[in-house]
């Protein structure tokens, strides 16, 4: 008989998030759901109760709060013992839409491209506060995660870490070939110099020197953010060898986040984290998977795939 698989979903209260905890139940996979806001993760879980799915239950995590990620791992400890999928989920944009019918109007991300930043100022705005939460969510805090659950993780017989990440995030939206470099240069590659990187970042941030030194100047902190993330990934697979570490792009999806634009329903975008979360053992580890499909991480191959994917070939 197959062992019961065990999955935390961070950010599951809604949108993708969501989707993924019910297709993961509907896969049997017994899932802790978990979001910030107890009241709104309560009533998740108990709209997948509704729908037939009984065994998703909630507990409440902030990922930017230690003590809350603590909580957590204690419970999934006491509680179970083991953990066999970790699905990152939970981000932050690090931007306001000041103008949100112009924004849907002009296409919402699709027209959000660094020939145009000078015309969106009217439609978005990325404050340096916004962004350096950004950056601590998406990246700093889970990394924390992570690391909190790999204990539990190296209990199980089939353990999968799956980063939820970004198109934007890939290397080929950066133009400071340095840091392009080192990002891809994953056999040297160092988390403290990760970590160099993303202040140097906000430092050229702050006093407004993005441009002069390469870095995005669209959606920047999400963008470095993830970029970051997708870097950690790879660390991770090498540094866990019994692990399947993987990050994966859902798609352009209707979601909050997006401010209800793209061409995805959250449930299309669920089923590429859903499907590297149940990648059989000998699987991929280290790799970005752009919905369903592997991606490359170098800058010209992922150029034409891109073009191949958005012209249906």
């Known amino acids: 008989m197959e062992e019961q698989r065990y999955a935390v979903v961070t950010g599951g209260n809604k949108g993708i998030g969501f989707e993924i905890c019910r297709q993961l139940a509907t896969n049997g996979v017994k899932v802790i759901l978990t979001s910030r806001n107890q009241s709104r993760g309560e009533e998740a879980v108990k709209k997948l109760s509704e729908s037939g799915l009984s065994d998703a239950v ?77 950056l601590k969510t998406n990246y700093y805090a889970t990394k924390k ?58 430092s050229d941030f702050k006093v407004g020197k993005l441009k002069e030194n390469g870095w995005p100047l669209t959606v920047s902190a999400y963008k470095v953010s993830k970029a970051a993330l997708n870097a950690y990934t790879r660390l991770m697979a090498r540094k866990h060898q019994n692990i399947l570490v993987n990050c994966v792009h859902p798609g352009y999806v209707i979601t909050d986040m997006t ?18 979360a149940l990648l059989p053992d000998n699987g991929p580890s280290g790799v970005y998977f752009h919905q369903t499909k592997i991606a490359p991480f170098s800058i010209p191959e992922f150029a034409s795939f891109v073009k191949a994917f958005y012209e249906g070939k």
């Not at 080929?172 to 994953?186: P, R, S, V």
């Not at 160092?190 to 990187?197: G, N, P, S, V």
């Open 145 to 202: 995660v992570t690391e909190s659950f790999i204990p539990l993780l190296k209990l199980s017989k089939s353990p999968r870490v799956v980063n939820v990440t970004s198109g934007y995030g890939h290397l080929y939206w950066f133009h400071n070939e340095k840091f392009i470099e080192e990002l891809q240069d994953i056999d040297n590659l160092t988390e403290e110099r990760i970590d160099e990187i993303i202040q140097w970042f906000l």
């Open 259 to 276: 401010y209800q634009t793209g061409p995805l329903t959250a449930e299309e975008g669920a089923k590429g984290p859903v499907m590297v």
């Open 58 to 134: 909630f507990h409440q995590l902030d990922i930017n709060d230690p003590s809350s990620i603590a909580c957590l791992a204690k419970f999934v400890q006491t509680q179970i013992g083991k953990l066999d999928i970790l699905i990152n989920n939970a981000a932050e944009d690090g931007l306001v839409i000041l103008d949100v019918k112009e924004f849907r109007d002009g296409g919402g991300f699709l027209q959000v491209v660094d020939e145009k930043a000078h015309l969106l100022s009217n439609i978005i705005e990325e404050p340096y506060e916004l962004g350096e939460k950004c």
